[in-house]
Structure formats: C-alpha cells, structure tokens
C-alpha cells in the first residue's frame, strides 16, 4: 500500500502540487494522465524519493519515503543506459547478489532480447533499450516501478509490444506500477485505476477498470471511458477539441 498524504510542493512561488492526497494498492497498475505542466513527473519523483516535498509524506508499506532505494526503481522516457558498460553489467547496476550472465540472460528471452548481454547501448534500438529497462526491474524485484512517459518516443507497433511486456512484469515482480503518459488508450490497456489530474495535480476524477489482460483495445467499454475522459479533460481545460491534446 501507497499513501500520498497531502503532498504540497512548490517552485519558488509557483504552487506545482496543491495538498494531493491518494491511496494506491498494492500490485496496482496506476496511470496519471492530466495536461502538460500541471505536476505528474513532480508526483512521480517525489513519490520515488528523488525530490522532497514542501509539505505532506508518501508513505510505502509503513515507511516514509524520503530517498531513493532499490525498491523503487524509475524508468524514464530516455533509458539511462551507461554507454560503456555491456547490458549485463547495465542490468547489475545496484543489484545487491551475485547474478550470472546465464541467469541474466534468462530473463533477457522474456524481453526478446536473447544473448543480447554482451552488447553495448549504443548498438541497440529505442526499442531494445526500453526492454533492458523492463528486463533490469524483472532482475531487481523492486516492489514499486515508476515511469514517466517510458514509451513516448517509440513507434505505435513497439510501443504496443512493450505495453504487452509491461503486463507480464507486473505479474513476475507483483510490484505496484505508477505510470505518467499522455496516451489515453495506453492508459486504458494497462491500467486498474486512471486519475485525471488538473492544475497542482488536483484530482478531478477516476476511472477503475477491471477487464482482465490482455484487452481487446476496441473494447466498448474502453471506449466510453475514453470518451468520458477526453470530454472532462477539455471541460477543465477549456479545450474545443481534446483529441488534439492527449
């Protein structure tokens, strides 16, 4: 279990959370969606330690969180790969037991990168490297996986292979998943619960959803969803046509 509890966080004189306050179960797959600028990565960072709140705590399994720690991995849009390590000792990073090669390898078949260890970053696509992230949370077994925008920048067919392979690490680690994007139909694939944030990160609604994976993404219910979500975005918004904007 997470508990945000009223988290306040400011930038100067600039108000960027105003007093958020959000239960989180354990195992969940949770998606923030909500207009650029209005706080999201800001969450996500303070929820992983990186940043301290001006007020307010976010509290994971009975511990206040205030640094970051190997139960908490990120991953961001852009890998975070050492360019002059290999992938083995890329997914060794922080790792606190041995692990072979072998063993390594193991978990790279999962993520379709078999006997791809010995590479190094730089020869591998966006893709690929996006995969050695996933690959890196199956090793570490952190209880909480956080990703801002972690497939934003790749094409719609890798984009919906990872989404796949994002579901299967949810079920080999059992980590509870916070995901930031402004894809609504990502969101709806993967997520148990939606949260539509406005300004400071106020909550204006949520969408629970609990169809099985894999989804049929043209699933009608799925779509109502969307609708009702891209309708209450441009109300709060005062957009005319929000399928331009998420």
């Known amino acids: 279990m997470i508990h945000i509890n009223r988290v306040h966080h400011q930038f100067g004189e ?28 800001t969450l996500l960072n303070i929820i992983g330690g990186f940043l301290t709140p ?5 509290n994971i399994n009975g511990q206040i969180k205030q640094t970051p720690s190997p139960d908490c991995l990120m991953i961001f849009q852009h890998h975070n790969l050492f360019p002059w390590k290999n992938i083995y000792d890329n ?25 791809k260890g010995s590479a190094f970053p730089e020869s591998l696509s ?3 490297k996006q995969r050695v992230a996933l690959c890196r949370a199956q090793v570490h077994q952190p209880k909480v996986i956080l990703m801002d925008e972690p497939l934003g920048a790749l094409d719609a067919f890798t984009r919906y292979k990872l989404q796949d392979q994002l579901i299967q690490l949810k079920h080999q680690t059992d980590a509870t998943i ?18 539509l944030l406005g300004e400071g990160c106020e909550i204006i609604d949520q969408y629970k959803i609990k169809q099985s994976h894999p989804r ?12 009702t979500i891209m309708e209450k975005f441009a109300l709060n918004h005062y957009m005319t046509e929000p399928e331009y904007y998420l």
């Open 54 to 58: 001006s007020s307010g705590s976010v």
């Open 14 to 41: 600039n108000t960027v959370i105003n007093d958020f306050e959000l239960n989180i179960d354990k195992g969940e797959i949770i998606t923030f969606i909500g207009k650029s600028g209005c706080g999201k990565s």
């Open 216 to 227: 049929n993404r043209n699933d009608s219910h799925l779509l109502n969803i969307r609708n």
């Open 126 to 128: 966006g893709g690929m």
């Open 91 to 115: 997914i060794r990073i922080g790792l606190n037991k041995r692990m072979s090669n072998e063993e390594i390898n193991h978990h790279l078949k999962s993520v379709d990168l078999n006997n």
């Open 178 to 195: 916070i995901l930031v994007t402004h894809d609504i139909d990502e969101a709806l694939y993967l997520s148990d619960n939606i949260i």
